[in-house]
């Protein structure tokens, strides 16, 4: 099993930055993509931005240029820096990792985090 822990959310006011981050644990072979969503009320949920085990990263029209995603591989633990905050950006954010298991060598499974609420008023 791999256990997700998500931190970084909060208030912030527009324009304003977060980072946040989802570190990954358990019995990890390896990591074949780290995805970020959000949801945001009355919505469904929608990727925001992704980065697989190339290093390779895709974006949401709407967070191009503002948004970044990265990893640091030794902690299996992987960022979003958020810039230029806008209110439309308010949502839950999940992080959604797959990886493959030691314990599995031949599937790789998708594995979700709590979600982190990030807000964006004045």
């Known amino acids: 099993q791999v256990q997700l822990v998500e931190s970084g959310g909060g208030l912030v006011q527009p324009g304003g930055s977060l980072r946040l981050s989802c570190a990954a644990s358990?019995?990890?072979?390896?990591?074949?993509?780290m995805v970020w969503y959000r949801q945001a009320p009355g919505k469904g949920r929608e990727s925001v931005a992704a980065l697989n085990s190339g290093g390779d990263t895709n974006y949401a029209d709407p967070v191009k240029g503002r948004f970044t995603i990265f990893r640091d591989n030794v902690k299996n633990t992987v960022y979003l820096q958020m810039n230029s905050l806008k209110p439309e950006d308010t949502a839950v954010y999940y992080c959604n990792v797959q990886a493959i298991l030691y314990s599995d060598l031949w599937r790789a499974i998708d594995y979700w985090g709590q979600g982190t609420q990030v807000t964006v008023s004045s």
């Open positions: 358990g019995s990890i072979y390896r990591i074949n993509a």
